[in-house]
Each structure stands twice: as structure tokens, then as C-alpha cells.
């Protein structure tokens, strides 16, 4: 049908399939409100026909994509490429940092387990099929009719790709690269938030829960009770190794669309002798008419005749043909993997906000956080901290707790500022420091009525103390040491900086709501809002000073864990996506889909599907930009990350597009180049030095689990969720774990471990009417899946006790034991799990009929603990002493009885 192949041509799914043996029809609905918010009509019949035959001969005409993707170093041998025959050994390495250009003599043969047409391997893959196609057909005759090409491949004037900003290179060996022309691979993206309303307010109380995970949460939740009953899992078993080959778009994506042979020599600036590979570099250029000249300008600004031992880096490709048109592209250059951790460890995973200290303002802050990494790396030999996002929030009250839906992912959200560690804070004016002792007094009064009163945490009380202190610290003059660092901050963040705090200015004014204000105001690059931005500077200049006051702070408190001896330090969150309100929507409307928003498809424990209220970025717009937004958020994260945690992972192939005012059952899924963004992910990690952890919890489709691991993506691995699905259902014994992966008993939206050892979580879930089936059937359930954990715990040997029995701390302690009988290069503490709290932090499928992200660390009776408190507590200490036993064992040889 012309709909299909037209949105096939965008990576828009006609169908999905929910398991292997079903396959569900999109609705047309959201297919033809998809192919909108890409620019594209297909609203008419004759809207469909005029819009394919525009595609069909743009696609015939161009001659490179927008963007292509070169790896260095080791090729991965699973997606498309496992369905293909081993090809010939590979060249010796080139030097490091370099990476040869592919051969074009000969081209590879098309995967043999295509995308079928209803749902899409990519737009790259259709496209560069019709690059192919017509290339093949046009060496005879030529196509170089004189007409200047489209440059980028789309017609969309290109920016600037050299940024002197980039780190230093580094890498090596052969290579191999994958197109990145808007959209490849698929992956499932079942799972998120509580639904949002459609005024973007707080969610109803009567909001569904999420069936699986999502932004924020982990596998499970909902009102099916997923989270409560790992069984259920079994429809959701990933697929095996070896069907990675039916992954569209895997790591040799839009390969199909290469010449099957024939020659293809004759191109300028292209050298012999290396092989083609899964190059969509080299598809690319064996689709370019004979005689094509190849230029490269570097980022780094070097001009190159040849695409060989190109540096790392995303550089501009230009080729000339012989008629003199012209076209250039996106050229990212990047290893293959990133390395593995140094060594195997372990470290503590705590939300921020609920760690408070004696020294806090009613909520953890980074202070707190430096405090924790200096103890946990020199008194319990810890490797990593992993927190929760980081990211700004929308503004207002109530503000919304969630950080899993922040006004921005570029900045940090001020609010964890610990007021007395800014420099300045020393020097206020004598006129003003009886106002900040007021401050300093309701502070004080804030924290003892969450930790010694059962108050919960109010952030917006936090904020209001701490944005009024702030006033008052910011008068004070910056020296200047300090003011060169300020103006430096300012001129390497440049436009971005500066729209987020106009946003933040202009909210103070208007309402945390872009799309609500004044008609001039909603677009960043009016003349309105230049004059808005002039008027409000002194707010400007406010909100820019927070940006640079909470990224020093976050850059300390990885300083802190680093010099405390930790091998990766902090593990940053990177949310799924951004409040549809905020600054970076407003900031970046251009690479947003209007009128949509990422969601789930309806599923066995959510039949209605979910809308997360989260705006989705368009794969074409970040294609014609050679990934520009993403490069710089990545680049943002890591300058204070030791390693970065990717929530939902599979976000990078596809996700669900569901039409504003419509049902998440009208949704339809949309493909991402997963190649491009792994490559700019691996990229600017190994730039920084940093590991990468992808969120895989759930349904995760065939192949993308295999993909993200040969390119040095950690998976995250919880317990209860690890069973023989494909065989016995009953819990998989340790060696049967995966080794590239972060282990863990529970996460942030599970029940912590007590919890779910004694039962309690049922409970709870009971009370607030969130159980789908009897309560004595729940509380059986879930008894029988502990008690066979309990029972492999007690083969292993892993189960410590008195004569009297096997206390619930003894029990999670043989719990993390278990963890560290697995392969996994990282192991995850919990750090509620310490002191016994039995609290989740998140319960999924809530809204205010539970406190989410607003409890304090707490012990096994519900009472708040301190910081200092943590580091005195015994229970605390013989748990890490299990994780202690496990490093000595390790050093001396001696792991305990065979599994």
C-alpha cells in the first residue's frame, strides 16, 4: 500500500508485534500523525501519492544521507551482520585514533532477514536502497545533470559540525560503519510514568499504572502487579544470541541497501584495502556516480582529500560528482566498544534527595552527595555511587517530584546546591546576614520535620528557602578567580545557556508553561523574546549563575569520590525525555515532534497502553544535524559522570509515537538510527573516560541487548527478575547470569528487599487497591517466588543463621551474596537495603495515594537516618563486610562452594 511505503521511507511501523507469533496493525491514525510531525501529508490519498513520489525523488537524487557512521577497532558480529556469512580477515590495525576507509571493489550481500515493509529497519536502510538503486542504474549513463544536490541529504541547511570544544582522540583498529539516515534497529519501549494529563499538570489520582518499566521505573508495577510477580516475566524473556540477525538496523544498519556487486572503484579520496564490511560509509560512497572527488574537513577544522584514518570525531564529508553537484554529510567517526571496567566492584545506589544529613535543608544535596562518595570510597572500598537524575525541574508549586520529567536535561536542577559551599556565601554583606541566619533557622527547621517528626520531603520548602538565600549570596561580588571562571562557563555553554535561563526568567513572569505564554514568547529566536530577554536580564544572569554554581558542585562531588579512591565514581541517570512545558522544548522546538508523545503499547498488565507526556525527538531532525543536541546533552552529563545510566535504553532504536488527545492504543512505534546514537554515545564516553549503563529491564526485542553489549554497553541485571524463562521458570543460578551487566537486588521503583522477603509490598499494594487478583492469591504468589529464591540461596550456602532460624537482615545479606556469585562486572548495593527500610521510593501505577520521591532513607521501623547515622550503622557494616569477604576471596583465590 502506498502508506506503508511511505512510512516505511520515515521508519514509521505500519504494525508491531507484541510477541513472536502476533503482530498487531498500527493504527492509520497515528501512522498518518506520525508522517506529520515528520513534515510529511498523508492525510489524503493523493496527499500519501504526492508525498512518496516527493520522497521516492528526493531519495533517487541525493547523493550522500545526511549523516554516516565509521567504528574503529573490532567489528560487532550480531545484528544484521549475524545473518551474514563471515567475511574475510580483517586489515592489520591502523594507528591509533585513526580509522581506514572501507574498500569499494566489492559489497556484502543484504541481510538475509530483512525489516518486512509494515515495519521498517529504517528510513536509512529504504533509503539507501534507493541511493543504491539509482547509483547502480546511473554508472552507465550518468545522473550529473548539473542541478546543485540538497546538501545534508534532506535540503536542510547544515551547521557547523567542527566544535573546538571536543575532547582528545583516541581508539583505533579497522573499520566498519552503519548509516545514520534519521532511524534504524528496533527495540521495545513498553513501560513508563504515570500517565500525565493533558494540561501537563499533576497526573489523577485514577491514572493507570505503568505495566512495565519505563522513564523512572524498572521492570514491573501497575495494577497487574507485575513488579510483585517475576513470573510474568516469561512473556517477556529477551531473545537469544542467535536471533540478533532479525534486528533491523543492528550494527551494520541500512547495509541492505548496498550495490550486491559490480564495480565501484573510481571515487576520489577513497583508498584500497580495507574491507567493506558493514560500512554505511561505504554503502554510501559505492552509491555516489564513478568520478565523485571526497573531501573531509575534521572537527578539529584539518582539511582531507580522503576519507582514510580519519581521527575520532564527527567531521563534514563533502562529495563532489562530475556534473558538479555537490552534497555534504555528517561523517562520525568511533570506536566499536568502549573498554570494560576496570576490574570487577561494587557501590551503593541512593536517591539524593532522600539521603539528608545534619547539615541539610529538608532534602539531600551535594553536599551530602560529596560527603557520601569521600566516606563510601575510603571506609568501604566502594567503586561507584549511582543517583537518581539530576536533571532541572519544572518550576511551580507543587513542582513534581518526579526527576524522571525535568523542564531540562542540559542543566542541572539547583536545588541540590549546598548554599554554604559556594564561595561567597562567606562574604555576605553585614546588612544581609541576619536574613540568611533566618534562612539558616528555617532550614534547620525543614530537616528536623522530616527526620525527627515523620514530615515528608518538601522540595518546594526547600527551594523557597534556598532561592531566597541564593538573592542574597549573589550580590556579593565574584573575585577575579572566580569571575574568569564564571565568563568562561558562559562562553562554552553559549545559546544553550542562555535560552535555558531566558526560559527560566521568562516562567518567573508567565508560568512554567512556554506553550501558554504570549504568542512572540513561544518562539526562542523572536524579536519578542530578545526584548523580553534584555528587560529580564538581571533573571538571566540569576538562573545562568545557578547553571554554573550546581555544576561545580556536581564536579566536586565526583572529584570527592574519584580522590576517595574510586574506580568509576559517580553513575549519572539520563531520563527518557523532557515535560513538553520546559526550557529545552521551548529551546529546541525544532527537534521535537509536535503533537506527540512517547508512550507504551497496550500489553497484558496495561491494556489501555501508556502516554508518559513526553515529547519525542525527531530522528530526522537529529540526522540533518549530525546528532548536535544529543552530542551536547552527552557532553553536558559527562563532565561529572564516571559512568552514565541510560533510562530505557531501548529508547535508542525506536519508541511508541502516540498522537496528543489520542489513546496510547493509537499510537504506533518510530525507528531511531540506534547506530548513530550508540555511535555518539560510545563516542563521547570514551572521550571522557566514562562507562555506559543502558536500563534493559523489561521486553527488550531480539538483538538489542546483543548490540548494546558488543559496543561496551553494561545492561542492568535485578534479581528477582533473573529466571530460566525459556526453560524451568525457576531462578537462574549465578554462572547463568550475563557478565556486562550492573547487578542488583531492587531498584528505585521495586520494592526494597526486606520488603519483598517478608511480604510486605503486597500489603501495601492492597491497601491502595492496586491488586488485580485476591489478596491471599498475591500474598501466595509472591511467597512462593521468594521461597524458591530462598531455597537456591540455601543450596548455594549462601544462607547464614542462627540455630533459631534465618533473620530477614541474614537473608539479604545471602541475597547480595548471591549477586556476587555472578559474573557481573558491577554490583549494586541499595543503599535503603543497608538499614533494612521498607519503603519503595516510587511505587508505579500512583500518584498521591502514595508520597513518591518523597521519603527519606529510613530504617526497618520507618525511622529516618542520617548520613552520619548511615556511617555508624552496624547493620550497614556487616552487609558491606559480605561485599568486603567477596574482594578478599577474590585476592586469595578462594570463591566459595561450587555453584
Avoid at 574475510?88 to 594507528?95: C, G, M, S, T
Avoid at 516562567?507 to 512556554?514: L, R
Avoid at 508505579?844 to 521519603?855: A, E, F, K, M, S
Wanted: glycine fraction near 12%; include cysteine.
Amino acid at each position: 500500500m502506498p502508506l506503508s511505503r511511505l512510512a516505511a521511507l520515515y521508519g514509521v511501523a505500519t504494525s508491531y508485534s507484541p510477541s513472536p507469533d502476533h503482530t498487531v496493525a498500527a493504527s492509520e491514525t497515528a501512522v498518518v500523525a506520525a508522517l506529520a510531525a515528520l513534515g510529511v501529508a498523508a492525510g489524503t490519498p493523493d496527499a500519501v501519492r504526492d508525498s512518496l513520489t516527493a520522497r521516492e525523488t528526493e531519495l533517487r537524487g541525493r547523493l550522500l544521507p545526511p549523516t554516516v557512521v565509521c567504528w574503529t577497532g573490532a567489528a560487532p558480529g550480531t545484528g544484521a551482520d549475524a545473518a551474514r556469512a563471515p567475511g574475510p580477515e580483517p586489515e592489520p590495525a591502523p594507528e591509533p585514533g585513526s580509522a581506514p576507509a572501507p574498500e569499494l571493489a566489492s559489497a556484502p550481500e543484504p541481510a538475509s532477514a530483512p525489516a518486512s515493509p509494515a515495519e521498517p529497519a529504517s528510513p536509512a536502510a529504504a533509503a539507501t536502497a534507493t541511493d543504491s538503486a539509482a547509483a547502480a542504474g546511473s554508472r552507465g549513463a550518468g545522473i550529473d545533470d548539473g542541478n546543485p544536490a540538497p546538501e545534508f541529504g534532506d535540503g536542510n541547511p547544515a551547521p557547523e559540525v567542527g566544535d573546538a570544544n571536543l575532547g582528545p582522540e583516541a581508539g583505533g583498529g579497522d573499520s566498519r560503519a552503519a548509516s545514520a539516515d534519521g532511524g534504524s534497529g528496533a527495540a521495545s519501549t513498553d513501560g513508563g510514568p504515570a500517565p500525565a494529563p493533558a494540561d501537563g499538570g499533576p497526573a489523577p489520582a485514577s491514572a493507570p499504572a505503568p505495566a512495565d518499566h519505563g522513564p523512572g521505573a524498572a521492570f514491573g508495577g501497575g495494577g497487574a502487579a507485575a513488579e510483585d510477580d517475576p513470573a510474568t516475566a516469561a512473556e517477556r524473556r529477551p531473545g537469544t544470541a542467535a536471533q540478533a540477525g532479525a534486528l533491523s538496523g543492528g550494527p551494520s544498519g541500512g547495509l541492505s541497501g548496498a550495490p550486491s556487486g559490480g564495480p565501484s572503484g573510481g571515487l576520489s579520496g577513497v583508498p584500497s584495502g580495507a574491507p567493506l564490511g558493514g560500512s554505511s560509509l561505504g554503502a554510501a560512497l559505492a552509491a555516489l556516480p564513478r568520478g565523485t572527488r571526497l573531501r573531509v574537513r575534521t572537527e578539529q577544522g584539518e582539511i582531507r582529500e580522503s576519507v582514510d584514518r580519519l581521527p575520532l570525531g564527527v567531521h563534514e564529508l563533502t562529495a563532489t560528482a562530475p556534473g558538479g553537484r555537490t552534497a555534504r554529510a555528517h561523517l562520525i567517526v568511533a570506536p566499536t566498544k568502549l573498554p570494560a571496567p576496570p576490574g570487577r566492584t561494587y557501590g551503593l545506589l541512593v536517591q539524593v534527595y532522600s539521603l539528608l544529613s545534619r547539615r541539610s535543608w529538608g532534602m539531600g544535596d551535594l553536599g551530602d552527595l560529596a560527603e557520601l562518595t569521600a566516606w563510601a570510597g575510603r571506609a568501604l572500598g566502594a567503586g561507584f555511587v549511582q543517583v537518581n537524575p539530576m536533571h532541572a525541574a519544572v518550576p511551580g508549586a507543587p513542582t513534581d517530584p518526579s526527576p524522571y520529567r525535568p523542564s531540562s536535561r542540559r542543566y542541572p536542577d539547583p536545588v541540590h546546591l549546598r548554599v554554604e559551599d559556594i564561595p561567597e556565601f562567606a562574604y555576605v554583606d553585614e546588612g544581609d546576614r541576619e536574613r540568611l541566619l533566618a534562612l539558616l533557622t528555617r532550614a534547620r527547621r525543614l530537616r528536623e520535620s522530616v527526620l525527627d517528626k515523620g514530615a515528608l520531603i518538601d522540595r518546594d520548602a526547600v527551594w523557597e528557602l534556598k532561592r531566597e538565600a541564593l538573592e542574597l549570596v549573589r550580590e556579593v561580588p565574584l573575585g577575579p578567580g572566580r569571575r574568569a571562571a564564571y565568563c568562561d562557563f558562559l562562553a562554552e555553554e553559549g545559546e544553550a545557556l542562555e535560552d535555558h535561563a531566558t526560559w527560566y526568567a521568562l516562567a518567573e513572569v508567565y508560568g512554567s508553561d512556554w506553550t501558554r505564554w504570549p504568542q512572540g514568547l513561544r518562539d526562542p529566536r523572536s524579536a519578542e523574546t530578545a526584548r523580553a530577554r534584555a528587560e529580564l536580564m538581571d533573571r538571566v544572569d540569576f538562573h545562568s549563575r545557578l547553571a554554573w554554581l550546581t555544576d561545580a558542585q556536581l564536579a566536586a562531588a565526583q572529584r570527592s569520590a574519584r580522590d576517595a579512591g574510586m574506580d568509576v565514581g559517580l553513575v549519572h541517570d539520563l531520563a527518557v525525555g523532557v515535560h513538553p512545558g520546559g526550557a529545552d522544548a521551548w529551546a529546541q522546538q525544532e527537534v521535537f515532534a509536535a503533537g506527540m508523545s512517547v508512550g507504551a503499547p497496550p500489553d497484558a498488565f496495561s491494556v489501555q497502553g501508556q502516554d508518559w507526556g513526553l515529547p519525542p525527538w525527531r530522528p530526522d531532525r537529529l540526522a540533518e544535524s549530525g546528532y548536535a543536541p544529543y552530542r551536547r546533552l552527552l557532553r553536558a552529563l559527562f563532565r561529572y559522570a564516571g559512568a552514565l545510566r541510560i533510562d530505557h535504553v531501548m529508547g535508542l532504536f525506536r519508541l511508541w509515537w502516540v498522537p496528543q488527545g489520542r489513546p496510547a492504543t493509537e499510537g504506533t512505534y518510530v525507528r531511531y538510527d540506534a547506530e548513530a546514537m550508540l555511535a555518539i554515545l560510545v563516542l563521547e564516553a570514551s572521550r571522557a573516560g566514562a562507562l555506559v549503563i543502558g536500563e534493559d529491564l523489561g521486553t527488550v526485542e531480539p538483538g538489542v541487548r546483543e548490540t548494546l553489549q558488543e559496543h561496551g554497553v553494561l545492561g542492568t541485571s535485578v534479581l528477582w527478575f533473573e529466571r530460566d524463562w525459556d526453560g524451568t521458570g525457576l531462578p537462574l543460578p549465578p554462572e547463568s547470569w550475563r557478565a556486562d551487566c550492573l547487578a542488583t537486588a531492587t531498584t528505585h521503583d521495586l520494592p526494597p528487599t526486606a520488603s519483598r522477603l517478608t511480604g510486605d509490598h503486597v500489603e501495601l499494594r492492597d491497601r491502595l487497591g492496586l491488586l488485580t487478583r485476591p489478596m491471599g492469591e498475591e500474598r501466595a504468589a509472591a511467597a512462593a517466588d521468594v521461597g524458591e529464591w530462598l531455597a537456591l540461596l540455601a543450596r548455594l550456602g549462601l544462607l547464614q543463621g542462627a540455630a533459631g532460624g534465618v533473620s530477614e537482615e541474614a537473608e539479604i545479606q545471602a541475597v547480595h551474596r548471591f549477586l556476587l556469585r555472578t559474573p557481573a562486572r558491577l554490583v549494586g548495593v541499595w543503599l535503603p537495603d543497608a538499614v533494612g527500610d521498607r519503603r519503595p521510593q516510587n511505587l508505579p501505577g500512583t500518584w498521591d495515594q502514595y508520597p513518591n520521591w518523597r521519603l527519606p532513607v529510613a530504617d526497618a521501623e520507618g525511622h529516618p537516618v542520617t548520613l552520619e547515622e548511615l556511617a555508624a550503622s552496624p547493620r550497614l557494616h556487616a552487609l558491606i563486610e559480605v561485599l568486603r569477604e567477596d574482594r578478599a576471596g577474590r585476592a586469595t583465590g578462594d570463591h566459595g562452594p561450587s555453584a
